[in-house]
């Protein structure tokens, strides 16, 4: 038989190709799911069951969590990289990962095709077919859903009818859940009107009594919630499991996709959102304003790249090795409010804490400068202005 490895979710898409791969192809389908921090064990047994009734040979589970945290998630921090000023790159960023350790266990087991479930009219499409064919272009690519153009309903009506019962009302809302976040996607998102509705999102509002949480900060990354020590993924999931349930991080995204269209997401990210704004606002006290200034430039140019699907350039590792460096003093405690919906940003602790020089406070005391010197440094500053004004009347 014609080895073949799908990237394989349990979603509709993922569920259609596996049958179809299987049944109607005569492939022998190795399903793949590669988890970035959406799903429990429990879920990826259920994964695991539905895939072989569907028709898969074998089944692997691999867990990327801890590299997915290593090789993306842990410079989307240090570049506080919010696409468009929203969006963390919650799932976008997870499909380099998964496209990459998908491809690998292709070649690991000799397959001569992959497989994924994205459409014609997605980012997806791109990103996986970029890794794969940068790093086994000898293998071929299968799109069923974008070969045939398939609409969600003639997928349920092809698993029904193969004896799969895939109700519409479950299908619904396209859901993707990984550590950086889950996004929505849904009827009213392919508007430019509608909201999503509360109950479309995986999180619903069950604490309204204001709390607050310090986060420690060690070069950039979080080590410490509320002063116990844990490592940066665990601290990620307990600040979600923690901010979730205030129902906080929730936002559309509206932005340009890779293929030149617009396109609108909903997310629900609250750990990822908090811990941005957290070491967003650390930096603003511990680090110079050039380094802000120039930080904010590849912050948004790596997270840029990442979005469409270019993680594999040469240069994504320049601008990481830049953004590491910037992290060494950006250490120290944040303290935030969490209330429902939102959360508050209160202040910052650090050693490293440039407010705390000796040379004044602003708009009160100088303690490093005379006032004279003062209007002389606002002269000379002030004299391309003059010039300017003087020659151009």
Same mark, same amino acid.
């Given at each position: 038989?014609?080895?073949?490895?799908?990237?394989?979710?349990?979603?509709?898409?993922?569920?259609?190709?596996?049958?179809?791969?299987?049944?109607?192809?005569?492939?022998?389908?190795?399903?793949?799911?590669?988890?970035?921090?959406?799903?429990?064990?429990?879920?990826?047994?259920?994964?695991?069951?539905?895939?072989?009734?569907?028709?898969?040979?074998?089944?692997?589970?691999?867990?990327?969590?801890?590299?997915?945290?290593?090789?993306?998630?842990?410079?989307?921090?240090?570049?506080?990289?919010?696409?468009?000023?929203?969006?963390?790159?919650?799932?976008?960023?997870?499909?380099?990962?998964?496209?990459? +350790?998908?491809?690998?266990?292709?070649? +690991?087991?000799?397959?001569?095709?992959?497989?994924?479930?994205?459409?014609?009219?997605?980012?997806?499409?791109?990103?996986?077919?970029?890794?794969?064919?940068?790093?086994?272009?000898?293998?071929?690519?299968?799109?069923?859903?974008?070969?045939?153009?398939?609409?969600?309903?003639?997928?349920?009506?092809?698993?029904? +009818?193969?004896?799969?019962?895939?109700?519409?009302?479950?299908?619904?809302?396209?859901?993707?859940?990984?550590?950086?976040?889950?996004?929505?996607?849904?009827?009213?998102?392919?508007?430019?009107?509608?909201?999503?509705?509360?109950?479309?999102?995986?999180?619903?509002?069950?604490?309204?009594?204001?709390?607050?949480?310090?986060?420690?900060?060690?070069?950039?990354?979080?080590?410490?919630?509320?002063?116990?020590?844990?490592?940066?993924?665990?601290?990620? !999931?307990?600040?979600?499991?923690?901010?979730?349930?205030?129902?906080?991080?929730?936002?559309?995204?509206?932005?340009?996709?890779?293929?030149?269209?617009?396109?609108?997401?909903?997310? !629900?990210?609250?750990?990822?959102?908090?811990?941005?704004?957290?070491?967003?606002?650390?930096?603003?006290?511990?680090?110079?304003?050039?380094?802000?200034?120039?930080?904010?430039?590849?912050?948004?140019?790596?997270?840029?790249?990442?979005?469409?699907?270019?993680?594999?350039?040469?240069?994504?590792?320049?601008?990481?090795?830049?953004?590491?460096?910037?992290?060494?003093?950006?250490?120290?405690?944040?303290?935030?409010?969490?209330?429902?919906?939102?959360?508050?940003?209160?202040?910052?602790?650090?050693?490293?804490?440039?407010?705390?020089?000796?040379?004044?406070?602003?708009? !009160?005391?100088?303690?490093?400068?005379?006032?004279?010197?003062?209007?002389?440094?606002?002269?000379?500053?002030?004299?391309?202005?003059?010039?300017?004004?003087?020659?151009?009347?």
């Amino acid at each position: 038989m014609k080895k073949l490895v799908l990237a394989y979710s349990g979603g509709l898409d993922t569920s259609y190709c596996a049958k179809y791969l299987s049944k109607e192809k005569g492939y022998e389908v190795h399903a793949v799911s590669v988890n970035t921090g959406g799903f429990s064990s429990e879920e990826i047994k259920n994964i695991k069951q539905k895939a072989l009734e569907l028709g898969a040979t074998y089944y692997t589970s691999i867990d990327a969590v801890q590299t997915f945290y290593e090789k993306v998630v842990k410079y989307l921090i240090f570049g506080n990289v919010l696409k468009n000023n929203t969006y963390p790159l919650s799932v976008s960023a997870e499909r380099i990962v998964q496209a990459i +350790e998908i491809v690998n266990y292709a070649k +690991e087991v000799g397959a001569k095709y992959i497989a994924h479930g994205s459409t014609g009219a997605g980012n997806d499409q791109v990103r996986f077919d970029m890794i794969f064919q940068i790093i086994a272009p000898e293998i071929e690519i299968i799109t069923p859903i974008r070969d045939n153009k398939l609409s969600r309903e003639t997928e349920i009506t092809y698993l029904k +009818e193969n004896g799969v019962d895939y109700p519409w009302e479950k299908a619904k809302y396209s859901i993707n859940k990984g550590l950086w976040g889950t996004s929505v996607g849904g009827e009213e998102t392919l508007t430019s009107e509608k909201p999503l509705p509360d109950s479309a999102y995986p999180s619903q509002l069950e604490e309204k009594e204001p709390s607050d949480v310090k986060l420690t900060f060690n070069k950039g990354e979080l080590v410490a919630i509320n002063e116990e020590n844990d490592t940066p993924v665990n601290n990620i !999931e307990k600040l979600e499991a923690m901010a979730s349930k205030y129902a906080i991080g929730r936002d559309i995204h509206v932005g340009d996709t890779i293929i030149g269209i617009k396109g609108r997401v909903g997310f !629900e990210a609250a750990a990822a959102l908090i811990i941005i704004k957290a070491h967003h606002l650390l930096e603003k006290h511990t680090l110079t304003k050039w380094q802000q200034f120039q930080k904010e430039q590849q912050g948004n140019f790596y997270g840029m790249l990442l979005h469409e699907g270019n993680y594999l350039d040469a240069v994504m590792r320049n601008i990481e090795a830049f953004l590491t460096d910037t992290q060494k003093t950006v250490s120290g405690d944040v303290f935030i409010s969490l209330y429902p919906f939102q959360f508050r940003l209160n202040g910052i602790s650090s050693p490293h804490d440039l407010m705390n020089a000796s040379f004044g406070s602003y708009g !009160e005391m100088n303690e490093g400068w005379t006032a004279v010197e003062a209007k002389g440094f606002i002269k000379i500053l002030s004299n391309s202005g003059k010039i300017y004004s003087h020659v151009n009347n």
